[in-house]
C-alpha cells in the first residue's frame, strides 16, 4: 500500500501514515520565508506532491549532495552558515496546478547540518529534518508515495493530531 506524509508548516510536524495507520512522527523545519510556489522564492510549496526520487540510500549519516551527487561527508563539530543537504533526499513532484515547478524548485526533503533549526521554520524552502529521522523516513518510504503540505487554517490538515 503507498505511504502517505503529511506536512503541517504551522506546526512544524510530519505525520507518516500507511493507510490509516500513523507510522511515525518528526519534526521538521520549512522555510524561514514562509509558503510560496514562486521559483526563487525560497519558499515552502504547499498542496499535493508525490515523491519522484529517492537519494542516497546506503550513504554515510552526514554525506554532502550538490545537484543530488555525493560530494563528501559532513562532520558534526564543523560549523557553516551554508544549508547543506545530508544524508539522503526525497525529491517532490508537485500534484497541483499552482505547484508543477516543484520539481525545477528543486524542492526536497532532506537531513541538514543545522538540527538545532528543527521544529522553527529556517529552510530555504525544502523541508529539513534530523540526519537519522532523514534515514528513518527514507527506509519507510517509496517512490510514487504522496506528501501533502499544509499551511496553517488548511481544511485538509485539520483532522490530524499533533
Known amino acids: 500500500m503507498m505511504k502517505r506524509i503529511v506536512v503541517s508548516v504551522s506546526g512544524q510536524q510530519m505525520l507518516v501514515f500507511d493507510g ?29 506532491f508525490r515523491i519522484s526520487e529517492k537519494i542516497g ?8 549532495f550538490k545537484s543530488r551527487v555525493v560530494c563528501g561527508v559532513w562532520q558534526e563539530d564543523e560549523k557553516s552558515d551554508d544549508d547543506l543537504i545530508l544524508t539522503r533526499i526525497l525529491r517532490l513532484e508537485g500534484m497541483d496546478p499552482w505547484n508543477l515547478n516543484t520539481m ?18 529556517a529552510s530555504h524552502g525544502c523541508i529539513r529534518m534530523t540526519n537519522l529521522d532523514m534515514i528513518a523516513l527514507h527506509e519507510m518510504v517509496n517512490c510514487g508515495d504522496r506528501v501533502e503540505i499544509y499551511p496553517e487554517n488548511e481544511e485538509g490538515w485539520a483532522g490530524y493530531i499533533w
Open 57 to 64: 540510500d546506503g550513504q554515510a549519516v552526514g554525506t554532502i
Open 104 to 121: 525545477d524548485r528543486y524542492i526536497y526533503i532532506h537531513g541538514t547540518n543545522h538540527e538545532s533549526s528543527i521544529g522553527y521554520p
Open 20 to 48: 490509516d495507520q500513523l507510522l511515525a512522527r518528526f519534526a521538521v523545519s520549512t522555510a524561514a520565508k514562509g509558503m510560496g510556489c514562486e521559483i526563487g522564492s525560497l519558499r515552502t510549496p504547499t498542496g499535493r
